[in-house]
């Protein structure tokens, strides 16, 4: 399940079996380490475009989904250092900074709300002693714990304002498939199962289905995913000074 990719042991929150948990803030982002994408949500559009490029992936045109592109090697993420600090003035999308919560869905047939908090019992931050306690002494929420949730309660209204972006990008066929080739260093990467908008069924449009994009924020997303194409030889040039890093550190060793 992508919604909880690097999550290493996610279960529930649970008021009686995590009554006394305390939570030291988040030191770094190690645990994104290993990940060359992450989903993004279409009001991250304009502030991830300064930086990162933002394409669609998916196994096919049906399932593909906005994500921004943090490397072009397999579980490599170019925008954290090897202190798990991310790069400076480059936003971090909401995916990662939800993270040791997420917001999950409930098994077919599960009682309840569609949707569960769930945590990762992994997370290197969670102890008995230090920190903030989620849960004060009378069972209720602390205000840490309360924020967590109303940050997953808004990403996931996103999430779902995001997948009615799709259908219209489907709706009216304006995804076309692009594979990514670059050379470094003698080698050839290539990155397939990729989508971008079509500028040009972009500009067949009718007026009416343009009007709407404009107003209701659609065509903002658009042309802000376009923008962003620009940043994928950004990303280029940081996995050359990547690899140039790690060939001279193999040369001090």
């Known amino acids: 399940m992508a919604e909880v990719l690097f999550y290493e042991r996610p279960v529930p929150l649970n008021r009686t079996v995590h009554k006394d948990l305390r939570i030291k803030g988040l030191q770094n982002l190690k645990f994104a380490h290993s990940v060359h994408s992450v989903p993004l949500t279409c009001a991250e559009f304009p502030v991830t475009a300064r930086d990162i490029p933002i394409l669609f992936a998916g196994p096919d045109e049906v399932a593909a989904g906005p994500m921004a592109l ?148 659609t065509l903002g997303w658009i042309y802000a995913h376009l923008l962003s194409l620009m940043n994928i030889d950004r990303v280029g040039q940081r996995l050359a000074q990547r690899e140039e890093a790690e060939g001279v550190n193999a040369t001090k060793n």
Do not use: C
Not at 117 to 140: H, I, M, P, Q, S
Not at 163 to 169: A, H, I, N, V
Not at 171 to 182: A, C, F, G, V
């Open 70 to 217: 943090l490397g072009l090697r397999q579980n490599e993420n170019l925008f954290l250092d090897g202190e798990g600090q991310w790069a400076t003035g480059v936003y971090i999308p909401a995916f990662v900074r939800r993270y040791p919560f997420v917001l999950a869905e409930k098994p077919p047939g599960a009682e309840g709300d569609d949707f569960t908090v769930f945590l990762d019992e992994a997370y290197e931050g969670f102890n008995n002693t230090e920190g903030e306690r989620l849960f004060a002494e009378d069972g209720t929420e602390t205000d840490i714990l309360k924020n967590a949730v109303s940050f997953l309660g808004e990403f996931q209204q996103h999430v779902a304002r995001t997948k009615q972006f799709m259908e219209d990008l489907r709706k009216h066929d304006l995804l076309e498939p692009r594979n990514i080739r670059l050379e470094r260093s003698g080698n050839v990467i290539n990155l397939n199962g990729l989508y971008v908008i079509s500028e040009e069924k972009l500009r067949k449009l009718d007026a009416e289905t343009t009007h709407r994009f404009l107003t209701d924020g």
